[in-house]
């Protein structure tokens, strides 16, 4: 669809955002592909739904926003918008849209493809953004290839911070968070009961 398609059609009212197809799911909820109608860029929707009863921001989401805001760096998804909508008891995180993922990398590329120079490469941009994290005092507690947004440059980005907490010198014990890491990418020592 092009731009000036979208930007043509009716407006809804008191909407920035123009809903397009769905790019994924998750326990959360889901991400959309959006057109913002006031820039004229297209952007990612996490939508985030709340079930149980009335509406609540969870913690989770607070935190994730907070982090979200205050984060900047050439390998970290930036960060758009945040809006709410308490009659559907959902969440709106707005970011930048990038064309795909690395774990849809790995997958969709035939393995001959796959240039051990854009694999350094993005390594090479995680670890940059990784660092950034750390000595901003952030741990992300969610890497993994789904996680790591690439466009058609190789520009990759570090991106979903759901899982993400600031932490302090000397470091609290992770043991208190009911939810540490996505239960198949955990460190080994994690999963053998490291408290740190």
């Not at 043509?8 to 592909?33: D, F, H, I």
């Not at 559907?88 to 001959?112: C, G």
């Not at 907490?165 to 009961?193: C, I, M, N």
Request: charged fraction near 25%; aromatic fraction near 10%; glycine fraction near 4%.
């Amino acid at each position: 669809m092009n731009r000036r398609y979208l930007s043509q059609r009716a407006r809804p009212e008191n909407k920035r955002y123009l809903m397009l197809e769905q790019l994924g799911t998750g326990t959360y909820g889901s991400v959309r592909k959006a057109y913002d109608l006031e820039t004229h860029e297209f952007v990612a929707v996490k939508q985030i739904k709340h079930q149980h009863g009335e509406f609540n921001i969870s913690q989770t989401t607070i935190q994730e926003i907070a982090l979200l805001k205050e984060m900047a760096h050439e390998n970290i998804v930036r960060f758009v918008d945040v809006r709410s909508d308490p009659l559907e008891k959902t969440v709106e995180l707005v970011s930048e849209l990038l064309e795909t993922d690395f774990f849809m990398y790995l997958h969709r590329v035939d393995q001959r493809l796959h240039s051990e120079q854009f694999v350094r490469s993005v390594l090479f941009q995680v670890l940059k953004a990784v660092g950034y994290l750390h000595a901003n005092w952030v741990i992300h507690r969610d890497l993994k290839p789904s996680n790591i947004l690439l466009n058609g440059d190789g520009k990759a980005k570090l991106a979903d911070f759901g899982f993400a907490r600031s932490f302090q010198a000397p470091p609290e014990a992770l043991s208190r968070d009911k939810v540490r890491v996505t239960h198949w990418y955990q460190p080994p020592e994690q999963a053998l009961g490291t408290e740190m």
